[in-house]
């Protein structure tokens, strides 16, 4: 049995890279990105798994970082969205206007993108209810609802 | 961030993790975490002497048909129950807990153990007459202890659990997963939110079986309420709702208005059903 006590250096796979980082078993990953490993893309919104703004891919599924343990991501491809380099999704929500303020915007992305990938076509309800999981509070929704539209086009142009 | 200093526990079986539980008195058993992080962080929750991470435990997580039953290892994310969909009546019901994104962390298990007032995902369970598999410390150094118990047996507004219980997995009749089932949920904002009622009913031959959450502190289920709604199940609806007891009155919403709300979700439940 693994066991975790007090400050341990761990290693985790993020945006395909092994980083290192000194971690206590009650550090969130959030917090583990933000503060030990400079990948302030992933934003700290509620701390309470409401708002989304902390998404992350976690072995490809979109997942609230603020709720994850960092201890408990060994073995685990975390993605950021600094990880993504230049990602479709990401041009669709430029060109769509995707984004207001910015700061659920690499939430949202994160999560349009592991949307896409698994609904490669146009399924409304499935966007509904992927996308109920990150807040805009500048209530950007049609420039968003609108760039899911666009990267699926430019994710498959022949269609 | 959780501020307390605790260690981190990660099993390879339920025998170890029972006995991880037995070296720090007052750990909690880790899955999703989605409540442990959250409660911790508002120290809302007892403190943490050490948290016991049970997902890799192979029985756990188990998603497959056994001979007449399903198993479903207790923990399975919410997510993962949906998309296998072996249980539809369950799927639904879980598609109405939380986000799409919670539901990729919230174990099955966890929903149904947790401390808080709704626990969704037990009302199929219950109706479905799913049994659940566990293991227990054992008394003074005795090893540990396995068990197998009806879901309805040991469900009494919460699951009744001996100290250290470790929820294994729950099997379901694979007849149970086919028969009819409606279910409705209304929240006082949007689909992302706690219920003010969800109603979940299930059809057997002329047996109809009702399990509510939202109106009461916990889930209920009554063998008196489902008597009274299969023996004349339309002018009954009234009668069965009185045998349900108080209903809470919060910031979602008053006591009268879920009861006319469970109301209208049990008739057209049976409308659906008839």
Known sequence: MKEISGTTELCL????????ASV??????????????????????????????????????????????????????????EGLA?????????????????????????NAVALVTAHPETDEEADREWMQSNLCRCTGYEGIRNALATARILLNPQD | MIA????????????????????YKGARYLAGGTEITTSARRTAAPAVTALVDIKHIPEVNIHEMQKDF????AALTL??????????????????????????????GGNVTGMLPYREAVLPLLLADAS???IAPGKEGAPPVRREQKLKDVFDKRLILAPGELVLSFSVPITATELAWSHHRKTRTGPVDYPLVTSCLIREEEEIRLAISGAHPYPVRSDEVDA????DSVVAVDQAIGLLGAFRTDARGSADYRTALLGNMIRASLEELS
């Not at chain 2, 997510?79 to 598609?95: M, Y």
Request: proline share 4%; aromatic share 6%; charged share 25%.
């Open chain 2, 70 to 73: 399903l198993i479903l290892g």
């Open chain 1, 86 to 110: 230049t990602h479709p999704v990401q041009q669709a929500f430029t060109e769509e206007n995707g984004f207001q303020c910015g700061f659920c915007t690499p939430g949202m992305i994160l």
């Open chain 2, 132 to 134: 659940l598999q566990s």
């Open chain 1, 24 to 81: 206590r078993p009650g550090d969130t990953l959030m917090r583990v990105l933000r503060e030990k490993l400079g990948l302030t893309g992933t934003k700290c919104g509620c701390e309470n798994g409401d708002c989304g703004a902390c998404t992350v891919l976690f072995d490809g599924k979109p997942t609230k970082s603020c709720m994850v343990l960092a201890v408990e991501c060994d073995g685990i491809e975390i993605t950021t969205i």
């Open chain 2, 228 to 231: 009274a709604l299969t023996k």
């Open chain 2, 4 to 23: 307390a200093e605790f260690p981190y526990l990660r099993a390879d079986t339920a025998e170890e993790a029972v006995d991880a539980w037995s070296r």
């Open chain 2, 79 to 108: 997510a993962d129950v949906v998309e296998g969909d072996a249980f539809p009546f369950l799927s639904a019901t879980l598609r109405g807990i939380a986000d799409h994104s919670v539901r990729n962390r919230l174990t099955l």
């Open chain 1, 13 to 20: 796979c993020v945006n395909g890279e092994e980083r290192r």
